[in-house]
């Protein structure tokens, strides 16, 4: 690229005004045998808590001094170039802070053009080069390595990976071009599709070496000189780098099938997990399948116009608001949660119940508090019951390995059970996880106050009563706060914190502070019934209930919201929360919010038959619905179609989630769709629900206004 | 696993041989802002001594390491911490080897080999680790130290001293006949013998490479010593101005500079290293620290050296060569005129001195061992051989090496 070129980046650097711009240092390094190295070092400046990152002036400066260095290759003033980072990155990757107010396709193209005009100088710079993978190096971080001539890693870096798929790009900087050439195709397909769409997983060091991203490993405690040493050594010819693992399709027969055979795998494993709901995983295996039989310059083309197109999708600046603005920044500084220096120190927790729910209560309490935990229940037998459970649990965990034999005797000792009340006196944080009855609960609050301080704070697990009337009889209302977890406790990240008109900031803040230290994503909601997740997945339940029990077929009805990409059908989501309960918490909620919420009869049908699930397996690896269980149903003549069905359901749920808003229930649409990502694992490309909901429409058809206002 | 298991309680005890097995140093730096090492830490010094040290050994296992003595005249922050047991487990030594800190000011690094090797001699241990390490970028000479006030009430120590270069000055007022001609002589010829010494490949061999990285630059490879200043003269040293005392003698040119840098030494008893097949550089003689007036602590080294000889049951005529620490020239100066050695003895500091390549305090006296180890395997008819150095607040140690290279190794002289 000419130094003309480079100045039409000029409006794309100006775009992202405030770039945290990542430098490309160099210093001269003679290595033991002669050899002169010029070696880059990307850093930012900044301490590891601002990892450095790859925007349009970072680029533009990385080919300007590429471009000087290729020069001095060329007059023989260097024999190599090595790249690594500041500690603990080499680069993490793309600026998607910047990236995403890159609104026109032109600048798009440009950025991704730009990147490649870097990283093809890396790749014939007319000496060797190097990539030193010191630490992170996820996407264009990563890919920065896979252009240099030979890799070596720390085994202590942690973060490598290509996770464009579950950001909603390509690794279109070389990157699909490059790893299976290196790795084989198979993984190439596990670091491109299948880590990004499992939690956005990444490889380690070992790993990334074990699979030939990298031809050396070395430790971190010198891993820079071993690095550059070896570097000097392959420069002699004294190491030999083997690439065990490297492929060439173009003149390999059975790697061309390999690589077909690994795109298959991986379309299945896209399809099985997202529904194909969102483009960016396909458009991957399309440039991965593409390149097998193209050269690198013909690939780039192809990266540079999928690029180009996924900037401009609305999955990719879904993601980039869910993952960055939600829960890398609004997680962690709740809306509306009060100062935290306000919290009371908690040192012992009260857990009233010895049943499931409490056992698991217990158990995360005194795995992440470290404090005493004591439970209660109405007799000796059933507080023996709970807490062989409690060291069961903590006995499985020890036989996995996950925890050491100290932790594990720690945590039993921590927890301990009594019959009576008495032992919450001392208790900071007392909560109670019992029947989920009114009547029943108060009774409960009124024991624990007449033994517990008037400071100490009172919670209730609540998923579908008012904790204002929970609290209702209680000395002390101002301590009442709910604390909503999701099931299975110890898996789900979400904990809506439920403040009454009564609940003070006090109360507030200690329930954030015990969140946090839980690891949880804590969320402010108002005591309206059943808060945010579970109101919305009724919403959405409901109506595809109502749409069944009228004469919809139940593949139909169970498949009409496959464009959004759920975790799962709601029959299946049914299934695991248990028909009883959601046809329970559906009858409360009718009767708060009446016929937005419909209760089924059917549903009242399969519980008197005590039918667990409308779908079975059958046994060709399929499902149906039995004929005994339809012909126990009644069902009307009104079916609809899916898409009538998609439809009305993203009406429903806009409506829904514009009356909570108007409700006060949370601070902003943000809580919503950070409730329903780490609560019901909603997937990012729909930013949660509301962007999607906006780019739908349903937001102006049910509302008459989006919940996002550009 | 070790020591071999010797029941102490019932055998007869036996002193056991002790032997120098191999010895390492980073690249020393210039200490400040200005240093390479400026943004590098104490202990990461330390810890790529140690692994190159178990790299050079590949025969030692780890676990078989009985002791890692670090020794460090400040030891607070990255100098902190227990730093003999931090440095070990930095540089993934097992759990099981344990570790500790030791401080005798300039003479750390020595006190670690000499404490150690006490105890291997006794069957405490088998194998160990000794070094030392001193940033003085980051630790000031007697930063964070709060002198006790009866020093001066009761003129314990002369509050002069307490700065090293005003000892110096007053060695030189002891013996007139140092010069500050003979010191700044002294000094030239320190820097042309390191200098000579890199040109020969006789310095590079025990060097560790170490990555570093200063504030705002990138990452750098240094694999030489920052301070020699090789191109040093007589004419330019005169022009040095005498920062301790006005129309003194003692300049930046004919003492040692203020540096960063870590040294590290394998021990073992002759046994273990038969037994693990670990070379033998150097074995123990004997070794002596004395006290002198802190004021001239310079002199040092003298009554030491008198001791160990004493021990050794030698002459100073015995020595072939001499590895003395260059705090500052007049105090090598005071020695040899003590000894009778002229101060351009082919036997003394053949590769020049701490004045040329710097004296990063606690991590020095490895150093001279690793030097006098070298010195050995290229003379093979030097039997005898001694480390020495000045030690602040007034002492001096001394240890003598016998040289297994010599014809009579081994034999009762």
Redesign the interface.
């Known amino acids: 690229m000419s130094q003309g070129t480079i100045e039409n980046f000029s409006a794309l650097a100006a775009a992202i005004p405030n770039e945290i711009i990542t430098h490309s240092?160099?210093?001269d390094?003679?290595?033991?045998g002669g050899k002169r190295l010029a070696?880059?070092?990307l850093?930012n400046?900044l301490d590891h808590s601002k990892p450095t990152t790859l925007g349009p002036n970072t680029l533009i400066e990385l080919h300007g001094v590429l471009t000087q260095q290729k020069a001095r290759a060329a007059a023989g003033e260097i024999d190599a170039l090595a790249v690594?980072g500041?500690p603990y990155f080499l680069v993490a990757g793309a600026d998607l802070s910047g990236v995403k107010h890159l609104s026109s396709p032109e600048h798009g193209e440009a950025m991704a053009t730009l990147g490649h005009a870097a990283y093809d100088l890396l790749a014939d710079l007319g000496v060797p080069t190097f990539a030193f993978i010191n630490g992170v190096a996820l996407g264009g971080g990563l890919e920065i390595a896979l252009a240099c001539t030979y890799r070596t890693v720390s085994s202590g870096a942690n973060g490598i990976g290509l996770p464009e798929a579950f950001i909603g790009l390509v690794p279109g900087w070389g990157g699909v071009y490059r790893l299976p050439r290196l790795t084989g195709p198979e993984a190439a397909m596990t670091v491109m599709i299948e880590n990004p769409l499992n939690n956005n997983r990444s490889l380690n060091g070992v790993a990334a070496a074990k699979i030939g991203i990298a031809d050396a490993l070395f430790?971190p405690?010198?891993f820079?000189?071993r690095s550059?040493?070896w570097a000097g050594g392959v420069l002699d010819g004294s190491v030999e780098v083997a690439r065990p693992h490297a492929v060439d399709p173009a003149t390999d027969p059975e790697v061309a099938a390999r690589w077909a055979a690994a795109a298959t795998k991986a379309r299945a494993f896209i399809e099985a997990k997202t529904s194909n709901a969102a483009p960016a995983p396909a458009k991957v295996i399309e440039a991965f399948e593409a390149g097998a039989t193209i050269s690198q310059a013909e690939s780039a083309q192809l990266e540079i116009a999928a690029l180009t197109e996924l900037m401009q999708t609305n999955a990719f600046h879904n993601t980039v608001y869910a993952f960055l603005d939600l829960t890398q920044k609004r997680a962690k500084r709740p809306a509306g949660a009060p100062d935290a220096k306000l919290a009371r120190p908690v040192t012992k927790i009260g857990v009233v119940g010895a049943g499931l729910m409490a056992g698991q209560l217990a158990l995360l309490f005194a795995k992440n508090l470290k404090v005493p935990v004591v439970i209660t229940d109405i007799d000796q037998a059933r507080v023996e019951k709970g807490l062989a459970y409690i060291h069961g649990e903590v006995d499985k965990q020890l036989a996995k390995g996950r925890i050491s034999p100290d932790a594990a005797n720690r945590t039993k000792a921590l927890v301990t059970g009594s019959a009576t009340k008495d032992a919450f006196a001392d208790a900071d944080f007392v909560i109670e996880a019992v029947f989920e009855e009114l009547a029943v609960k108060k009774q409960v609050f009124a024991e624990v106050e007449a033994v517990v301080s008037a400071e100490c704070i009172l919670a209730t697990n609540t998923s579908s009563l008012s904790v204002t009337e929970t609290g209702r009889d209680l000395k002390h209302p101002e301590r009442l706060v709910g604390f909503h977890f999701f099931n299975p406790v110890a898996l789900m990240p979400l904990l809506e914190i439920v403040r009454t008109e009564h609940t003070n900031e006090v109360a507030v803040a200690t329930a954030f502070a015990l969140g946090k230290a839980l690891r949880k994503t804590s969320v402010l909601v108002k005591d309206e019934a059943a808060f945010v997740v579970n109101r919305i997945l009724l919403r959405l339940m409901g109506e595809i209930a109502n749409a069944f029990d009228q004469g919809t077929d139940p593949a139909v009805a169970d498949n009409a919201l496959r464009p959004m990409g759920l975790p799962m059908t709601p029959f299946t989501l049914l299934a695991m929360v248990g028909i009883p309960v959601a046809h329970h918490v559906s009858g409360s909620l009718n009767a708060v919010f009446g016929e937005r919420f419909h209760v089924s009869k059917n549903q009242q049908v399969l519980i008197e038959h005590g039918i667990k699930s409308l779908w079975v397996p059958t046994a060709d690896g399929g499902q149906e619905i039995p004929a005994s269980t339809l012909e126990l149903l009644e069902f009307g003549s009104n079916p609809s179609t899916a898409d009538e069905l998609l439809l009305r359901t993203q009406d429903a749920l806009a409506l829904e989630i514009g009356l909570m808003l108007a409700e006060g229930v949370v601070a902003g649409p943000e809580d919503i769709d950070l409730c329903m990502i780490m609560g019901a694992g909603w997937p990012m490309h729909m930013g949660g629900i509301t962007p999607y909901l906006d780019q739908v429409g349903a937001s102006e058809r049910a509302n008459g206004k989006k919940f996002h206002q550009k | 696993m070790s020591p071999q298991s010797v029941n102490t309680r019932t055998s007869a005890r036996q002193v056991r041989d002790v032997v120098f097995v191999d010895g390492v140093r980073t690249p020393f730096g210039k200490a400040g802002d200005k240093g390479i090492y400026h943004g590098t830490r104490a202990d990461d010094l330390v810890v790529k001594c140690i692994r190159d040290l178990m790299r050079r050994n590949p025969s030692l296992p780890p676990e078989r390491i009985d002791e890692v003595a670090i020794a460090a005249t400040t030891q607070t922050g990255d100098q902190g911490l227990t730093i003999g047991r931090t440095a070990a487990l930095l540089a993934g030594l097992p759990q099981s080897v344990p570790g500790f800190a030791i401080d005798r000011m300039c003479a750390g690094a020595m006190t670690a080999v000499t404490a150690t090797a006490g105890s291997i001699a006794f069957g405490a241990y088998d194998v160990v680790i000794a070094g030392g390490v001193e940033h003085m970028g980051n630790h000031p000479m007697g930063a964070g130290a709060d002198p006790n006030p009866r020093f001066l009430s009761e003129r314990i120590v002369d509050p002069a001293a307490l700065n090293m270069g005003n000892t110096a000055e007053n060695l030189h007022d002891r013996f007139p006949a140092i010069t500050k001609e003979r010191a700044d002589r002294y000094a030239v010829a320190s820097q042309q013998k390191l200098a000579a010494a890199y040109i020969a490949g006789q310095i590079q061999p025990d060097l560790v490479p170490v990555a570093a990285r200063r504030p705002g630059e990138g990452w750098d490879l240094h694999t030489a010593d920052e301070p020699p200043r090789p191109g040093t003269t007589l004419e330019s040293l005169a022009e040095l101005r005498t920062p301790f005392r006005a129309h003194g003698r003692v300049t930046a040119g004919n003492s040692a500079g203020l540096n960063d840098g870590a040294t590290a030494a394998i021990l073992a008893s002759a046994d273990a290293a038969a037994e693990l097949g670990l070379p033998v550089k150097m074995r123990l003689v004997s070794y002596a620290f004395a006290g002198v007036e802190p004021q001239v602590m310079g002199i040092g080294p003298v009554p030491s050296t008198e001791k160990a000889l004493a021990q050794a049951g030698l002459g100073i005529e015995d020595i072939g060569l001499f590895e003395i620490n260059e705090a500052f020239a007049v105090q090598v100066l005071s020695f040899l005129d003590h000894f009778g050695i002229d101060q351009e003895d082919p036997r003394v500091n053949r590769y020049g001195g701490a004045i040329a390549v710097g004296h990063p305090l606690a991590s020095s006296g490895v150093r001279l061992m690793t030097q006098l180890a070298r010195q050995f395997q290229e003379d093979p008819s030097v039997r005898y051989g001694l480390t020495t150095m000045c030690i602040g607040l007034g002492m001096g140690g001394t240890v003598i090496w016998e040289n297994p290279n010599h014809a009579d190794f081994g034999k009762d002289a």
Do not use: H, I, M
């Open positions: 240092l160099v210093t390094v003679s290595l033991p070696l880059l070092t850093d400046g690594t500041k430790e405690a010198d820079l000189e550059l040493l």
